[in-house]
């Protein structure tokens, strides 16, 4: 008898899915999917992922899987409008990128080694610039079939932040912006040079806030910004996902505000500042309990 774990995915799942989609898109099926193309899907895919984030973090797992599912069926369901127009296949996207994996990780299926996580992800963006620039060979070439001249990464007109989407969030963008800059060495030498640049930066930010200058204002608060969103980065912590969760506890501690004052018959938004900081410690002093 085998004692290898079951695996936690099977053909049979993404099969159900399809098989789905394939009703929905069938003459007699739904006419509002049979309108929907890849463009018109393309803000659900954003809703969902946000919803998928939204799930993973408050650690209901529960949801956690409804999320992941409707996520994997708007992929699905992609993938088979392309498919329809004869410009490629789920199955083809599914193995080209199995193919792009095992290609960006030599040190699991070749001979190759990483002494580092640092080296590690230097070699990732090398292996990246490399098919960056066999992509542009074969582009080249003119027909794609991947015969075009080899061109070095070297030689390849491409920026280290090219392959960043233009689309990311402020602060996602800049935790990616720093991450990839480090990769080519282009950050501060310690966390303690980066601590030293968020005090400057909170000095300028102080200053410009006294010149009474918006535009300045807005400068400087985004370089603070930035610059501890690197000094998370080198402690492990990425911003977006910090301010989440302070978010969410906000609104949390807010909300149980707002239940004690009901529960105590009070008007919350007429209650003063004084009164309302009161409940806000008491919830607090619970939460510890």
Not at 38 to 52: G, T
Not at 128 to 146: L, P
Not at 237 to 261: P, Q, S, V, W
Request: glycine share 6%.
């Amino acid at each position: 008898m085998s004692t290898e774990p079951a695996s936690p995915t099977s053909p049979q799942g993404l099969q159900a899915v399809i098989d789905v989609i394939d009703r929905l898109l069938a003459p007699e099926g739904c006419p509002w999917d049979r309108e929907q193309t890849p463009e018109s899907l393309a803000d659900y895919v954003i809703e969902e992922c946000f919803e998928l984030v939204e799930a993973i973090r408050s650690g209901k797992v529960h949801d956690v899987r409804e999320e992941l599912g409707d996520v994997m069926f708007l992929l699905a369901f992609i993938g088979r409008l392309y498919a329809d127009k004869g410009q490629f296949t789920l199955d083809e996207a599914m193995e080209g990128n199995a193919a792009k994996m095992i290609r960006r990780h030599p040190h699991v299926f070749a001979e190759g080694e990483c002494a580092s996580r640092e080296e590690l992800l230097r070699n990732w963006e090398r292996i990246k610039r490399e098919e960056k620039a066999a992509a542009m060979a074969d582009a080249a070439d003119g027909d794609g079939d991947g015969d075009g001249k080899a061109v070095s990464a070297e030689e390849t007109p491409k920026g280290v932040f090219d392959s960043l989407p233009k689309g990311l969030p402020p602060l996602v963008k800049a935790y990616r912006l720093h991450s990839k800059a480090a990769r080519v060495d282009f950050t501060w030498e310690s966390d303690e040079d980066v601590e030293q640049q968020v005090e400057a930066e909170w000095l300028e930010w102080l200053d410009a806030s006294a010149s009474g200058d918006k535009e300045r204002q807005e400068q400087e608060l985004g370089d603070f910004l930035f610059t501890i969103v690197e000094l998370g980065r080198r402690k492990g912590i990425k911003a977006n996902a910090a301010l989440d969760y302070a978010t969410l506890k906000f609104l949390r501690r807010f909300e149980g505000m707002e239940a004690l004052a009901r529960e105590r018959g009070l008007d919350f938004p007429n209650l003063s500042f004084e009164e309302k900081d009161a409940l806000w410690n008491e919830v607090k002093a619970a939460e510890k309990v």
